[in-house]
């Protein structure tokens, strides 16, 4: 299930294509601005930039200070079980289950 499934079942159901996630996401990133995390760490490999917006009214981000411990953890199960647990790089691609 992708997120995006609703939105174009939106469109389907509405009859207006308009609803469709094609259709709305431009309008989502025109609203988004990626801010960096509190903490200023490397966010290289943390999100994809090509589904965030930068010059938007509402900020978003990465948590700042990471607990490196846990993260490490939390990724080995994405490596060790990735069907139950599949590694997703950034939630807005409009796939939004997974571990990130």
Known sequence: MHLYDDYDAYARITGDPG??????????????????????????????PAVHGFKGITSVGLNGFPAPALDTRVMQVTRELSVEFPFNL??????????G
């Open 90 to 99: 950034d939630y807005n691609s409009g796939f939004p289950l997974g571990v």
């Open 19 to 48: 609803w469709s996630w094609k259709a709305l996401l431009p309008y989502f990133l025109k609203n988004e601005h990626w801010t960096p995390p509190t903490d200023n760490h490397d966010q290289r490999g943390q999100f994809d």
